[in-house]
């Protein structure tokens, strides 16, 4: 795996089809730079570890589906369980080993896990990746055992949604161009039908990032684009927000 992300990260972005999974071959080098393409991931996976709470029992298993290069982690630390991360993407995933996740490649629409193993399943910007997410939260509750939880964040499938996080996000420094395929956004009263087939009761809430801490942000990437020098600073927190139309978080607890 080390030789696919160093070859990912020495051959530079090619120019691809929206939602093409070698992008994140070609943005290997950008998964932990806390200013890099994938700043916001960083700023998600905390805001998704806070709902998930210590585990109760020594041998608690957290499947976090669309894994990444584990970002997640760090903000798992301490509560107790055994962290598998699922992911197509080989140059992800070794990054994801190196930072203490149980690594299995697979698709998460057939993930090759154990019915009722999960204590916990994260779905954290996924959905919106893949083109049946029915099939991906048909797996999330599958994984689940009675009592377990599911806890995942996407982008809704509205017009507000496609303006913020493809015609502006896209503009703003770091962005990945293409990153996202607005044809596979999810209507958030959808997913809730869809996780009810399930057995899950999702309860939803809109999220974003804090506006101060964002300008702020901006403006420091701004700055070291035009200077060359990095300046630190504290990354936004992901705030709740009244509305879903664009990003929204979901919890929910399998019955059984």
Known sequence: MRDVAAA??????????????????????????????????????????ALVPPSTRPDALLVDLGCGAGLLAPHLAGKGYRHVGVDVTRSALFQAAEHGVCVVQGDATAVPLPDGCADVVSAGELLEHVPA???????????????????LDTLNDTALARLVAVRIAERLPTVPRGIH????????????????????????????PQVGGLVAWLLRRVRAARTGVTSTGRAPRIVPTRSTAVLYQGRGVRSG
């Open 133 to 151: 997410w029915p099939r991906v939260v048909a797996e999330a509750c599958r994984l689940l055992r009675p009592g377990g939880l599911l806890v």
């Open 181 to 208: 395929d607005p044809r596979l956004f999810v209507d958030a009263r959808a997913l809730v039908a869809e996780c009810a087939r399930h057995g899950v009761d999702l309860r939803l809430r809109g999220i974003r």
């Open 8 to 49: 990912a990260a020495s051959t530079g972005p090619r120019v691809l089809p929206r939602n093409d999974p070698r992008q994140y071959d070609d943005l290997a080098g950008e998964w932990w730079r806390p200013d890099g393409a994938f700043a916001m991931l960083h700023w998600l996976a905390a805001a998704r570890a």
